[in-house]
């Protein structure tokens, strides 16, 4: 699987727990939208990821990469400390100038 740069760097500061590699991977108006609540820009995005870091202590797998002109859906295995670990998880990205300009994460 050929993963861009930015995403690779988004999984390994994921893994790593450095929320702020994570929210340097996303342009300064990114939107991150997850469980229902949006997150825009990167000290919202790093307050966010800080927290679900804490709670569930996730992992996360890459398991397949589609990629279109306009945007990328990035399928993984996320293990951690939350109900029905291990989980699949779709990371829904649009990607511009090699930042993640939108972020969706759907089950």
């Known amino acids: 699987m050929n993963i861009p740069k930015v995403i690779e760097t988004l999984i390994n500061a994921q893994n790593s727990g450095d ?7 996303f342009s300064d108006v990114a939107i991150v939208s997850d469980e229902g609540n ?11 990821i800080e927290k ?29 400390t939350f109900p029905g670990s291990p989980a699949i998880l779709k990371y829904h990205m649009k990607i511009k100038n090699e930042l993640i300009d939108s972020l969706k994460i759907t089950g």
């Open 52 to 80: 679900a870091h804490k709670k569930y202590n996730m992992l996360m797998e890459p398991v397949k990469l589609e990629e279109t002109a306009v945007s990328s859906v990035l399928s993984v295995k996320v293990t951690g």
């Open 38 to 48: 949006t997150y825009t820009g990167r000290i919202e995005i790093k307050e966010w």
């Open 19 to 25: 929320s702020q590699i994570y929210a340097n991977c």
